[in-house]
């Protein structure tokens, strides 16, 4: 991937595209091959490695802790920054850095438009509002390459606007994001290029425009979505 770059993977029901979330993430082992990010090999590295390197990810299905506060999910991903871990810094054995964490965490939640729902209960609120909280606590953990599965399923359409605008930002700033998504249309007036996926091969790679016209795409996937 590119710096700066929103990168889409598509494909039918089926074809990879989690599993390839899952190898790359450090949640499913790798049998074969090797996954390089910046530089250096990291299919032996757990989901927390991986994101101390800055490779950090969303998860299709919401997966909050739903009594504890918007803040304190959010600081879960920014625990993943400091030097004592979740456990030490949840203790409060390093007063200092909880407060600095909570500082980036209250940052993240009011990037994405939840600074005002800081102390609500995170399963109180829409599902909406849950994946933007899941995208602030993968922001906290300061990622370089941010990995989405499918987040914008389940919003309406003002939601995935403001989703939209969000990313849109991110990557100005210089933060590569990969997704998964179903959503095409949200998919092609976002990203800035898209990988096709069917039987776990890739069929086509390039600009949105041009996968839209591929005719094994359109046979594989697009010409089945209404």
């Known amino acids: 991937m590119r710096v700066g770059e929103i990168l889409a993977v598509i494909g039918p029901?089926?074809?990879?595209?989690?599993?390839?979330?899952?190898?790359?993430?450090?949640?499913?082992?790798?049998?074969?091959?090797t996954i390089t990010f910046l530089g250096q090999p990291i299919e032996r590295l757990s989901g927390r490695d991986a994101a101390r390197l800055g490779l950090v990810r969303t998860f299709q299905h919401v997966n909050l802790l739903a009594d504890l506060s918007v803040l304190e999910?959010?600081?879960?991903?920014?625990h993943l920054?400091?030097?004592?871990?979740?456990?030490?810094?949840?203790?409060?054995?390093?007063?200092?850095?909880?407060?600095?964490?909570?500082?980036?965490?209250t940052r993240q939640a009011a990037r994405v438009g939840l600074g005002d729902r800081l102390h609500?209960?995170?399963?109180?609120?829409?599902?909406?509002?849950?994946?933007?909280?899941?995208?602030?606590?993968?922001?906290?953990?300061?990622?370089?390459l941010l990995l989405l599965?499918?987040?914008?399923?389940?919003?309406?359409?003002?939601?995935?606007?403001?989703?939209?605008?969000?990313?849109g930002e991110l990557r100005a700033a210089g933060m590569s994001i990969l997704l998964v998504e179903h959503d095409m249309d949200f998919v092609m007036k976002l990203v800035d290029r898209v990988v096709v996926l069917n039987f776990g091969q890739k069929i086509?790679?390039?600009?949105?425009?041009?996968?839209?016209?591929?005719?094994?795409?359109?046979?594989?996937?697009?010409g089945g979505v209404a």
């Open 13 to 33: 029901n089926g074809a990879g595209k989690s599993t390839l979330f899952n190898l790359i993430s450090g949640v499913l082992p790798v049998t074969d091959g």
């Open 149 to 167: 599965d499918e987040p914008a399923a389940g919003l309406r359409h003002r939601e995935k606007q403001a989703l939209a605008a969000l990313l």
């Open 81 to 105: 920054r400091g030097g004592k871990g979740v456990i030490a810094a949840s203790l409060r054995l390093d007063r200092a850095e909880e407060a600095r964490l909570l500082a980036e965490a």
């Open 73 to 78: 999910n959010v600081a879960l991903g920014a």
């Open 120 to 144: 609500d209960a995170a399963g109180a609120l829409p599902l909406g509002s849950q994946r933007l909280i899941e995208i602030a606590r993968a922001l906290a953990a300061d990622p370089v």
């Open 204 to 222: 086509a790679e390039g600009a949105p425009c041009a996968v839209q016209s591929n005719p094994a795409v359109i046979d594989a996937y697009l």
